[in-house]
């Protein structure tokens, strides 16, 4: 154990993290008045502040604080908890889906009708506006609920001494002053300054970034400036102690500690808007503008005939009602709707509903490395022997079995399955680190040897295997799942699953070997050791940094290159060694401590990796592919980091890393444009500090680009409520990072970034048809009845029968058009420009053109009818009312698709919108023979001849768009997916 109690500090303001502003000196002071407040507190460098000192400022007895104290204190700071946005309430989330410019619209239209007394208009209205409000209220429930049950729902304990007595209480009660005792497989409840530590390593992923646990040293001395992964003498909330005992001071809790302070950054962070709400609004300004005007102008020639203001008023929110799109915010939602349920079937769920379309829009995948490209963890992956050269550990059929087979690099071994070329990686810190200029493991290539290893060779690999077993401090654990959880150091952690993959046990392995003392492992010597009993005496089991083992057998230099090759190719490098011991184990022990040891045998190499998770390269390729450009921001050094962006294909041989301190001082200050624009176009940003996720983030948006950020840590929360998208880590990532996301992957599966991007542009495509479907047939109305004004005809249909032909097509055809399914190569079109907007060039052409032809052909017939034939007003209202339902029924199957031909369409992959088109007629039909609706309507029932004339004359709608497509659109599809693809 070690106290630190002789060195004295004066605490100055911290600059990384803590605020800036001077220490007072004062306590917490139990007895001396009330103390400083936590902002006092959290001001203070606790990580440069010898143990005593720290102790002294918080007040806080060698036996820990009394109960009663320790519930003042609870009073004054508050619970240990961070801090958390309360969802909304039921009544707040149905408000809230009437705050859109298109509803104010509609209430504005059904507060009029009631004015005038048309209550069957204000009822439609407001049946319209309830169904959005209640399907919009019902999703974001959902998804909230979704996202709340990945909360662990286990309550933490701590061991903390209260009363000079150790006891276990909530997580929650512990308070600035407490003392804290921590083990192996432990988590950290708060942020202490360490008292004591023993062989004590942290696993600070979640917070650093970084897969190494980092060694932690209550005696350490350590600079003010010293950022949060350089803080040795500190345990932060939120991380694991995979190896080693502790005894800590609670410094901050809450919020104030280093994770409460970037969950407190978050809090009451404005959002960025997904870009189909900022389309839509665009989209619905315009609507109004351009329905209001051109009702205003009907209003006006009404007025110079001399019609009667009720009949006018009456008329003219009729048209309104009929050509701005009330079906609009339900078609929408239940796209956006169905979207997120087809996301939520492969894994992504949407906390946001808007964000469905979001991530389909996004230009770029900035990627957390840690836990999302890679596994988190330690695999080995290559084994060296004195004697039988260079091995390869593969899996097979069954996960839970070794294949071993010879390395193609190997020395002397023949065989195939060599690897890949890899960029330049430095050797990781820590135990087996071999200096600078590493490079990272190649992938697996080439056909691997089915040959099988000699006896003798396996049997040196599993005695390699057992001295890994034996000279080990972690545990794997089988869940009531079935599931195996592993607990202690990541190294350790990688012999436990090599020694399963081979049928050892170390268990079984202790119970034939006792042990009698071991030697743990410390940075300084770079090894530790297990001194056990066997039937040939005692036995020294040995594992650690090569050039701290070597020494202690008499390695060949044959073994020497086989270090410097391994290491070279970006493995992290661990010696294992065994031999029988003389004396006691004890004396052994002080022995190898001090460097006496020797004449050991060297067992072999071992290269561990954290390895690619498996499906990463392909979705790298499939974003690629699909115009996306995929980024990884990482803690590692710049070389490492582009080793591993090439063996995914996010960088290419030429691509450079810039580090996170360069896009800062972009940010910070005004720079060169060819200096932003190669920030913008890195493929690796290395050396990350969390606060510079976000200026990174930042700079790519500011590139143009549309960014959606992956995390699952702390530390990467920031950047995710920054980014456009914001994609958290179901299973492995924190709370806080959960919260500040828009998207959260179930399985942590990077691959269903991509499934969730081609979701979302299926989900915006068929908003755009629905937009097409609904502008389209009331810019056919428009058309319609200025053509009638124009020609002194009377009104072509009055207002009932126009809200009746809203209410029977579109009512119920744009909810069945939203479930379109996807249209093929989605995903091999670039990402449409961040800045386009719905109503875009394409859209206002087939609009134009399929609005256009509805209206004069439809005004055709109604003139036909009356000047030619002599029909009256009644029967050409009548017929004409007929056939702008079939208009509509036909005009659907054009907007299934804005490129491809109605005709390659098959009608089995959406059989709802054929039931509704035919529901659509059936119920117009039946009107017509139904006595009392068919008064009302004004309708009455045509001949035979009289329905197919009319759908022969509706069905010419198809011919139109097949010609337009030919020769406007599909031109425009093919050179927009020649465009080059996004970086």
Not at 436 to 450: F, H, L, N, Q, Y
Not at 844 to 867: K, N, P
């Amino acid at each position: 154990m070690h106290a630190q109690q002789d060195r004295q500090s004066t605490a100055r303001p911290s600059h990384q993290g803590s605020g800036k502003g001077g220490d007072n000196g004062a306590g917490v002071g139990s007895g001396s008045g009330p103390g400083p407040e936590r902002d006092q507190l959290d001001r203070i460098c606790w990580h440069a502040l010898d143990a005593a000192t720290a102790a002294e400022r918080l007040d806080s007895p060698q036996a820990g604080l009394s109960a009663d104290e320790a519930a003042r204190r609870r009073e004054r700071f508050g619970a240990n908890r961070l801090p958390e946005e309360r969802p909304p309430g039921l009544g707040r989330t149905f408000l809230r889906q009437f705050t859109n410019p298109l509803i104010y619209i509609l209430l504005a239209a059904a507060l009029a009708s009631l004015f005038i007394g048309a209550i069957a208009d204000a009822v439609f209205i407001g049946a319209v506006l309830l169904l959005n409000a209640i399907i919009g209220t019902v999703q974001e429930s959902k998804a909230e609920s979704s996202a709340q049950a990945l909360k662990s729902m286990m309550t933490v304990r701590s061991r903390v001494l209260r009363d000079g007595r150790e006891e276990e209480v909530d997580a929650e009660d512990l308070v600035p002053g407490d003392r804290v005792r921590l083990g192996a497989g432990d988590s950290v409840p708060a942020d202490l300054r360490l008292l004591e530590s023993e062989d004590l390593r942290a696993d600070e992923s979640l917070l650093t970034g970084e897969s190494i646990p980092v060694e932690k040293d209550a005696d350490a001395s350590v600079d003010e400036e010293a950022g949060v992964g350089e803080r040795r003498t500190m345990l932060h909330a939120g991380t694991e102690v995979p190896d080693g005992r502790a005894l800590g001071l609670v410094c901050r809790t809450g919020q104030a500690t280093e994770v409460g302070r970037i969950a407190r950054s978050l809090t009451g962070a404005g959002d960025t808007e997904p870009p189909l709400v900022i389309r839509l609004r665009a989209l619905t300004h315009r609507i109004a503008l351009v329905v209001l005007g051109a009702v205003a102008l009907l209003v006006i020639a009404q007025l110079l005939r001399g019609a009667g203001l009720t009949e006018i008023f009456f008329f003219a929110v009729a048209l309104a009602v009929s050509a701005i799109p009330a079906g609009l915010p339900v078609a929408i939602t239940v796209a956006l709707s169905l979207g997120r349920h087809r996301m939520a079937e492969r894994n992504v769920i949407v906390r946001r509903l808007p964000a469905v379309e979001g991530l389909g829009t996004c230009t770029l995948i900035a990627s957390d490395k840690t836990g999302t490209l890679t596994a988190n963890g330690l695999t080995i992956t290559r084994i060296a022997l004195p004697e039988a050269g260079r091995i390869r550990v593969e899996s097979g059929e069954d996960e839970r079995q070794a294949l071993l087979r010879p390395d193609q690099e190997g020395p002397g071994v023949e065989g195939l399955g060599a690897e890949g070329p890899g960029g330049e990686r430095p050797g990781a810190e820590g135990p087996g680190a071999e200096g600078p200029g590493a490079e990272r493991p190649g992938g697996e290539g080439g056909d691997a040897d089915t040959g099988e290893l000699d006896e003798a060779a396996q049997e040196s690999v599993r005695q390699l295997a057992r001295t890994g077993l034996l000279c080990n401090e972690g545990a794997l654990r089988e869940t009531d799942d079935g599931e195996v959880e592993a607990v202690g150091d990541t190294v350790d952690v990688a012999f436990l699953v090599l020694g399963r993959r081979l049928g050892l046990s170390r268990r079984e392995l202790l119970k034939q070997h006792p042990e009698q003392d071991r030697v743990p492992f410390k940075s300084k010597r770079r090894l530790a050791a297990s001194f056990n009993q066997g039937g040939a005496g005692l036995q020294a089991h040995v594992k650690g940094a090569a050039e701290a083992v070597l020494p202690l057998c008499d390695a060949t230099e044959a073994m020497q290159e086989q270090v410097d090759e391994l290491s070279g190719r970006g493995f992290r490098v661990l010696a294992l060694a065994a031999g029988p011991i003389e004396g006691e184990a004890a004396e052994a022990a002080r022995r190898l401590e001090e460097g006496e040891l020797g004449g050991l045998t060297l067992l072999g190499l071992v290269g561990l990796i954290d390895p690619l998770r498996p499906e990463v390269p392909e979705a790298v390729r499939r974003c690629h592919e699909a115009g996306v450009g995929v980024r990884m921001i990482t803690g590692d050094h710049p070389a490492t980091g582009l080793s591993i962006a090439r063996e995914l294909g996010i960088a290419g041989e030429g691509d450079q890393a810039v580090t996170g301190a360069e896009v800062q001082a972009q940010a910070d200050q005004a720079q060169q444009d060819d200096a932003a624009a190669r920030l913008g176009r890195a493929p690796v940003y290395a050396r990350v500090e969390p606060e510079q996720k976000t200026a990174i983030v930042g700079a790519l948006q500011e590139q143009g680009q549309y960014v959606a950020v992956t995390g699952d840590g702390v530390n990467d929360a920031p950047a995710l409520r920054k980014a456009n998208i914001g994609v958290a880590m179901g299973r492995a990532g924190t709370d806080v990072a959960r919260r500040a996301a828009d998207l959260i992957l179930t399985d942590d599966n990077f691959a269903s970034i991509v499934n969730g991007i081609e979701q979302g542009r299926i989900a915006y495509a068929n908003v755009r048809k629905v937009v097409w479907l609904l502008i389209s047939t009331g810019a056919a109305e428009i058309v319609l009845f200025f053509l009638a004004f124009a020609l002194d005809l009377p009104l072509p249909l009055d207002a009932v029968q126009l809200l009746w032909l809203n209410l029977v097509t579109n009512g119920i055809q744009d909810v069945a058009l939203a479930f379109e399914k996807g249209e093929p190569g989605v995903l091999k079109r670039p990402p449409r420009p961040t800045d386009q907007p719905i109503f875009d060039r394409r859209m206002i052409e087939q609009t134009l053109v399929s609005g256009l032809y509805m209206g004069v052909v439809a005004f055709g017939v109604f003139y036909w009818l009356q000047h030619v034939w002599g029909w009256s007003e009644h029967d050409a209202r009548n017929t004409l009312l007929l056939l702008m339902v079939l208009f509509e029924n036909v005009h659907i199957f054009n907007c299934r698709s804005e490129e491809r031909s109605a005709f390659a369409i098959p009608l089995r992959a959406n059989l709802l919108l054929i039931g509704t088109v035919a529901a659509a007629q059936a119920v117009h039909i039946l009107a017509m023979y139904l006595p009392g609706l068919s008064d009302v309507l004004e309708v009455a029932p045509v001949s035979l001849m009289e329905w197919l004339a009319l759908l022969g004359i509706a069905a010419s709608l198809l011919l139109m768009m097949e010609l337009f497509k030919a020769l406007r659109v599909r031109p425009q599809a093919r050179a927009t997916a020649n465009a080059p693809a996004a970086g």
